[in-house]
């Protein structure tokens, strides 16, 4: 059975830092990729970053490039997504995805909120 855990949200203040950690277990191939979502109050989930787990490619938004990073533990199946330089609007709760030949594993979230 997959499970994807995500751990490592909470309360930080506007140009603060916060990491989530995000655990995969129960996946019997390493070709697959992990992603983070979010999800704001009254809006729709949208994607944030991921990483490929095989070569190390990863992807983000726009709005988080330059404040953003992702990295990954292969022997531990953890992905890490380091969130500086935090603003109000990054508030939101943060999903990880594991997508496994175009299927997908969801966590149960995990709220950031940033004050202002």
């Known amino acids: 059975e997959v499970q994807v855990v995500e751990s490592g949200g909470g309360l930080v203040q506007a140009g603060g830092s916060l990491r989530l950690s995000c655990a995969a277990s129960g996946l019997t191939f390493d070709d697959y990729a992990i992603g983070w979502f979010r999800q704001a109050p009254g809006k729709e989930r949208e994607g944030v970053s991921c990483?490929?787990?095989?070569?190390?490619?990863?992807y983000f938004a726009d709005s988080v490039k330059t404040r953003f990073t992702i990295s990954r533990d292969n022997a531990k199946n953890t992905v890490y997504l380091q969130m500086n330089s935090l603003k109000p609007e990054d508030t939101a709760v943060y999903y990880c995805?594991?997508?496994?030949?175009?299927?997908?594993?969801w966590g149960q979230g995990t709220q950031v909120t940033v004050s202002s």
């Open positions: 990483i490929m787990l095989r070569d190390g490619s990863t």
């Open positions: 995805n594991a997508r496994v030949l175009s299927t997908d594993y």
